[in-house]
C-alpha cells in the first residue's frame, strides 16, 4: 500500500492485500479513491479501527463505527453454513461485542455504542490450526483453512488457541467450525459494517492515485 | 435446543417459573399452544386457561407471559420482538394487556430454547430469573433492588457475563407504579404495567444466554426472502419506502417521512469522524440500514449534530433507534448517551408548558441550548434516558398529555391543593419554568415513587382520572370531561384510559375501530404505515390498495368518505394481522409489505410474504388464509376475555356501550368543517355506527353488545369461551 500507483492488476492487488489481511493499516499511505471505494475515513484507518481480508471475492472491510448491531451477519452466517439460525456458532460475531464486551464496550457499558463484528483473521501462522490435535484444520488451495469434520473430536483446542476464540464448537454436532470466506456475512450486511469490495474497484480505485 | 428437538421455526418448549414454590418446571409448546401460533397467542392461551379474569393484576395469582414465535430469530428481517401478556392494573375492566419489548433479548431466549416463560406466584424476596440454555435458576437480586435499569441492567450483565443479554424493571415497577415497563438493550422496552406486575412478584429483571439455535427447514429459502424482502419491498421505518430527500435513482420524493437518509444527511459522531449516508437505492442490501436516520425524522438536521450511530433490534435491516452522544447534558450532570425512538423521545417539550410569569403572562418553559430549536431534542434526550431508568411507561403519550393537560388548565393546582396539601411548594417548578433538562428527570423520579401528587399520573388515565375527578365536568375546576372535550393534548380514544395509535386523524373509520377493541392502544400500523410512506396517493397508494381490498377502501388524508364493505374489510384485515405480528413475532412497525421500494413492482407490496417465511422456516405448508385464521382465533379471544372481564369486574354486559364508546372530541372537534369535507378528519357520528354494525358483523360479534357469538366462537375452537360467555349471561 506504501507503494500506491504499482497497483497493476486484479492479481497483484490481492497479493499485496493478502500481506495486509488482519493487521494494521496505520501508517500507510492511502488514496483517497481508495478510501472512498473501501468506504472508510482516513481518521479510522489511523486510528487503527479498520482491517481488510483478502477474500477470494474481493477485499473484506470491517468498518466498526458503521456496525448498528442487528446480528444479520451471524444469522447470514449461519443460515449458509449450517442450515439454521443462532448466533453462538456463526463464525462472525457481533453479538459477544453487543452487551458487555471483554473489552469493556457495549450497549451495557459505558462505552455503549462501541460494538462490532469480530471476523475470523484467516491467520497465516493459524493457532488454531496448529493447537489442533487431530490436523483437522487443513489450507483448501485458496488457503482458506477448513475444519474436516471427519476428523474434528470438538474438543476446543482450536477455540482456546484462537486469540479471539473465534472457532467454535457446536453444541449438537460437537464439531469445530471456522470462517470459510464464504462472504454471506458481508453480502447482508445492512449498514456497509463488513463489506466485501470486489477486486476489480479495488484495482480501479488504486490506480486513481 | 430446537435443534436437537427436531422442531422447525418453534423451540417447542415453554419454561415455567414458580416463584412461591421456587419450582422450575417445562412443558412441550406444540401440542397445545400451536393453533395460537406463539407469542401473544400463547400468552392469551395460558391466561385464559389459568387465570380467572376477576384476578387481582398485582395478586400473587397472577401470571405473566413472556413469548416468541415461530418466526422469532428464524432469520426472518424484523423478528426480533418478545410479547409480554399480563392483566391489566390500569385500564377500564382490567382486563387482559401486551407489552413488546425489541433489543436483542428475544433472540437470546430464542437460542436458549424456549418459546415462552409463564412467570406465576410471588416471590419474597427480590429475585432474578436466569436461563442460560435448559439452566433457569431463580437468583438474589436484593444487590440490585431500588436501582434504576441503567444500573442493574450494567450489574447483571456484569455478573453474567459477555454473552448475557439482560432487562429490569425500574423503581416504578417495584414501588407498584402501574404506568411501567421492564427495559432492554438501550431504550427497549415492554410496557403495559409489567414493571408493576413483575414489581409485585419482586422480580428485578432476568439474564438470557442461548448456545443454541432455531431449527430451519429451508434456510437458504429464508435467506432468499429476506434479501428480496431488503432488496425491493422494504424501506425506512413503519415501511416508508420514498426517500424523503431526492435520490438520484429514485422516482418520487416524499414530503416529509422516516426515510431521512440521503448524500449530506451524517452520523457527525461516528467515533473517527462523520459518515454519509449517501444514496440508499432500492435492491441494494448493504445500505439499507443508512435508509431511517429516525433522529433527523423525530429532531430535524440538528440530530446529526449528535448522531453517533443508529440502533435498534436484532435482525432488523431498519434502525430506528438512533444512538446520540448529547452533550449539552452534561452541564447538567446528565448522562449524555440517550436512544430511544418515537413518543419516548419526541414529546417530553410536553413537561414544559407554558407558566405563568410575575405579570401573570403566559410565558414559554423551555429555550435554545446550543443551536437554535434543539429544546426539543435535548430535553427529549434527557426525558426518555430518565423515562427508561425509572422504568415509567408512557402510555403512548397520554402520561405527559395527561399532566400538560391538568397543568395548562389548573386541574393540577386544585388538585394538589385538595389531596396533597403541602406538596406543591416542595416541587422544583424553577426547573420547569428555566426550561431544565432535570425537570424532567425529577418528574419521572416522583411518578416511580409510587406516592404523592405526581405518582397519580403514574395510575394512568383511568385511574388517574377517576381519582381527580378529570372525567366528569362536575368535579374538576376545568369543568370538562377530559376523555371528551376537544384539546389538541387530548388523544383518548374512548373512555377506557388510552389514546389512539393512529386513529382517525390519519385513518378514517378503519384506525378508529381498531384503535378500540384492545385494552390498551393498539399499536396497529398497517394503514399508518401506507398512509405516510411518502409515495404518491392517487399513483401509487390507492391503486396498490385497491388492488389488495378492492374499490374505496383506502381514503385520502383529510379526504375522508363514508364507510363501506372494503374499508371494513381493511380494517379487519389489519386488525387481526397484528395479533399474527405480535404472535409469530414480526415488528408491525415494518410489516406487512403494502407498498414496495421497488419501481419494477409498480411498487405493489407482497402481503403474502409473512406466510411464505413460515413456509419456508416450518417447513409446513402455510397461506395466507392459514396466517388469517389463526390470528383471528387469537383475535376473538381478546374479544371474549374482555367481554368477561368487563361482565367480572365491572357488571358489563355490553362492549358496544362500555368498552368501544369513541370520544366526543372524534366528531366535534374542527367545528368549521362538515365529516367527509375535505380538509377535516372528523369522523360522523350516524357513520360511526354504521360503522360499528358493520365491524361487528364482519367479525362475527352480536351487532347490540360487541361480543362473538357461540357460532363464531365455535368456528375457532373456542367453545370453553362460548360456554363462559354463556354462564355469565352475555351470549
Redesign the interface.
Known amino acids: 500500500m506504501g507503494e500506491k500507483g504499482k497497483f497493476l492488476d486484479k492479481e497483484y492487488t490481492r497479493r499485496q492485500f493478502l500481506k495486509l489481511s488482519g493487521k494494521s493499516l496505520a501508517g500507510l499511505a492511502i488514496s483517497a479513491a481508495l478510501l472512498d471505494t473501501m468506504g472508510v475515513?482516513a481518521?479510522?484507518v489511523a486510528?487503527d479501527?479498520v482491517r481488510v481480508w483478502a477474500f477470494p471475492q474481493g477485499l473484506l472491510v470491517v468498518n466498526?463505527?458503521?456496525?448498528?448491531?442487528?446480528?444479520?451477519c451471524e444469522?447470514?452466517c449461519?443460515?449458509?453454513n449450517?442450515?439454521?439460525?443462532?448466533?453462538?456458532?456463526s463464525r462472525v460475531k457481533v453479538?459477544?461485542?453487543?452487551?458487555?464486551?471483554?473489552n469493556g464496550s457495549?450497549?451495557?457499558?459505558?462505552d455503549?455504542?462501541?460494538y462490532f463484528p469480530d471476523t475470523c483473521r484467516q491467520c497465516e501462522d493459524p493457532a488454531c490450526g496448529n493447537a489442533c490435535p487431530m490436523q483437522a484444520i487443513y489450507a483448501d488451495e485458496m488457503g482458506i483453512r477448513r475444519v474436516d469434520t471427519e476428523k474434528c473430536i470438538g474438543c476446543g483446542a482450536c477455540t482456546n488457541a484462537c486469540p479471539w476464540h473465534m472457532p467454535t464448537v457446536n453444541?449438537?454436532t460437537h464439531k469445530s467450525s471456522k470462517c470459510i470466506m464464504c462472504g454471506?456475512c458481508?453480502?447482508?450486511?445492512?449498514?456497509?459494517a463488513l463489506?466485501i469490495v470486489p477486486w476489480d474497484r479495488i484495482v480501479s480505485a488504486a490506480q486513481k492515485v | 435446543m430446537s435443534v436437537k428437538n427436531g422442531i422447525n421455526g418453534w423451540a417447542g418448549t415453554i419454561v415455567r417459573v414458580n416463584l412461591t414454590t421456587g419450582a422450575i418446571t417445562k412443558e412441550d409448546t406444540l401440542p397445545k399452544y400451536k393453533p395460537y401460533i406463539g407469542g401473544m397467542g400463547i400468552g392469551y392461551k395460558v391466561i385464559w386457561d389459568e387465570v380467572p379474569l376477576n384476578t387481582d393484576p398485582l395478586g400473587p395469582e397472577a401470571k405473566c407471559v413472556f413469548g416468541v414465535g415461530p418466526l422469532t430469530a428464524s432469520g426472518v428481517p424484523c423478528s426480533g420482538r418478545m410479547n409480554v401478556t399480563l392483566l391489566s392494573c390500569w385500564s377500564k375492566g382490567y382486563s387482559i394487556v401486551d407489552g413488546h419489548m425489541g433489543g436483542h433479548i428475544a433472540h437470546a431466549f430464542k437460542y436458549a430454547g424456549y418459546d415462552a416463560m409463564i412467570i406465576e406466584g410471588q416471590s419474597d424476596k427480590p429475585v432474578y430469573i436466569r436461563i442460560e440454555d435448559e439452566k433457569v435458576t431463580i437468583e438474589d437480586a436484593s444487590h440490585l433492588w431500588g436501582k434504576g435499569t441503567y444500573e442493574a441492567n450494567a450489574i447483571l450483565a456484569k455478573e453474567n457475563g459477555p454473552e448475557f443479554d439482560v432487562a429490569s424493571i425500574g423503581p416504578a415497577g417495584e414501588n407498584l407504579v402501574p404506568m411501567s415497563n421492564i427495559i432492554t438493550s438501550f431504550g427497549n422496552s415492554a410496557g403495559a404495567g409489567i414493571g408493576a406486575l413483575l414489581g409485585s412478584k419482586k422480580v428485578k429483571g432476568m439474564a438470557v444466554r442461548g448456545t443454541g439455535a432455531v431449527k430451519i427447514a429451508q434456510p437458504m429459502k429464508v435467506r432468499l426472502l429476506s434479501n428480496y424482502m431488503i432488496k425491493d419491498l422494504v424501506g425506512g421505518n413503519n415501511n416508508h419506502t420514498v426517500p424523503c430527500h431526492a435520490q438520484s435513482w429514485s422516482e418520487y420524493v416524499a414530503t416529509n417521512n422516516r426515510w431521512q437518509g440521503a448524500p449530506g444527511i451524517t452520523w457527525d459522531k461516528a467515533s473517527r469522524g462523520p459518515i454519509d449516508m449517501g444514496e440508499q437505492p432500492s435492491g441494494v442490501i448493504n445500505v439499507a440500514a443508512l435508509r431511517c436516520n429516525k433522529g433527523v425524522f423525530d429532531f430535524g438536521e440538528i440530530a446529526e449534530k449528535y448522531t453517533v450511530k443508529q440502533g435498534g433490534c436484532a435482525s432488523c435491516p431498519v434502525r430506528c433507534y438512533t444512538q446520540y452522544d448529547m452533550d449539552p447534558l452534561a452541564e447538567y450532570d446528565l448522562p449524555t448517551h440517550v436512544s430511544n425512538t418515537c413518543m419516548p423521545i419526541i414529546k417530553m417539550l410536553e413537561w414544559y408548558p407554558n407558566h405563568k410569569d410575575a405579570e401573570g403572562n403566559s410565558v414559554p418553559s423551555t429555550h435554545d441550548f446550543v443551536d437554535p430549536k434543539d429544546a426539543k431534542m435535548i430535553l427529549g434526550g434527557a426525558g426518555s434516558r430518565a423515562a427508561d431508568d425509572y422504568g415509567v411507561w408512557c402510555n403512548y403519550g397520554n402520561l405527559y398529555e395527561d399532566f400538560n393537560m391538568a397543568y395548562s388548565t389548573g386541574v393540577l393546582k386544585d388538585v394538589a391543593d385538595r389531596l396533597y396539601p403541602g406538596e406543591w411548594d416542595e416541587i422544583p417548578w424553577d426547573l420547569m419554568e428555566s426550561g431544565d433538562p432535570r425537570w424532567v428527570v425529577e418528574c419521572y423520579r416522583r411518578i416511580s415513587l409510587g406516592k404523592g401528587l405526581f405518582s397519580d399520573l403514574g395510575l394512568g388515565t383511568f385511574r388517574l382520572y377517576e381519582k381527580w375527578g378529570m372525567d366528569d365536568p362536575e368535579k374538576n375546576v376545568a369543568g370538562v370531561s377530559f376523555y371528551d372535550f376537544v384539546n389538541a393534548k387530548n388523544f383518548n380514544i374512548g373512555h377506557n384510559g388510552y389514546p389512539r395509535h393512529h386513529g382517525p386523524e390519519n385513518c378514517w373509520q378503519a384506525g378508529t375501530l381498531y384503535s378500540m377493541m384492545y385494552n390498551r392502544d393498539c399499536m396497529i400500523h398497517h394503514l399508518i404505515n401506507f398512509c405516510s410512506s411518502g409515495a404518491p396517493y392517487n399513483e401509487i397508494t390507492k391503486p396498490v390498495l385497491e388492488h389488495f381490498f378492492g374499490e374505496g377502501c383506502t381514503d385520502a388524508q383529510k379526504k375522508y368518505t363514508p364507510i363501506n364493505e372494503n374499508k371494513i374489510k381493511l380494517a379487519k384485515w389489519a386488525f387481526i394481522g397484528k395479533q399474527w405480528h405480535d404472535s409469530a413475532t414480526l415488528c408491525n412497525w415494518m410489516y406487512p409489505m403494502t407498498i414496495a421500494t421497488s419501481k419494477k413492482r409498480n411498487y405493489v407490496g407482497d402481503l403474502d410474504l409473512d406466510a411464505k417465511y413460515m413456509t419456508a422456516v416450518t417447513g409446513e405448508e402455510y397461506t395466507r388464509e392459514d396466517q388469517e385464521r389463526d390470528s383471528e382465533r387469537i383475535s376473538q379471544l381478546l374479544r371474549a376475555i374482555t367481554a368477561i372481564s368487563f361482565k367480572l369486574n365491572l357488571d358489563s354486559s355490553n362492549l358496544r356501550k362500555d368498552h368501544d364508546r369513541v370520544s366526543d372530541w372524534v366528531f366535534d372537534k374542527e367545528p368549521d368543517f362538515k365529516p367527509f369535507e375535505e380538509g377535516t378528519v372528523k369522523l360522523d357520528r350516524e357513520d360511526w355506527e354504521k360503522s360499528l354494525d358493520m365491524w361487528y358483523e364482519a367479525m362475527g360479534w352480536n351487532k347490540e353488545t360487541g361480543i362473538p357469538t357461540r357460532a363464531t366462537l365455535e368456528k375457532f375452537d373456542l367453545k370453553e369461551c362460548a360456554d363462559k360467555l354463556e354462564e355469565l349471561g352475555l351470549i
Do not use: H, M
Open positions: 475515513t481518521r479510522a486510528e479501527k466498526a463505527d458503521r456496525c448498528v448491531g442487528c446480528q444479520r444469522i447470514n449461519t443460515l449458509t449450517d442450515g439454521c439460525c443462532s448466533s453462538y456458532i453479538t459477544r461485542n453487543l452487551f458487555s464486551s471483554r457495549g450497549l451495557y457499558t459505558e455503549n455504542w462501541n453444541p449438537v454471506a458481508a453480502e447482508g450486511c445492512p449498514s456497509g463489506s
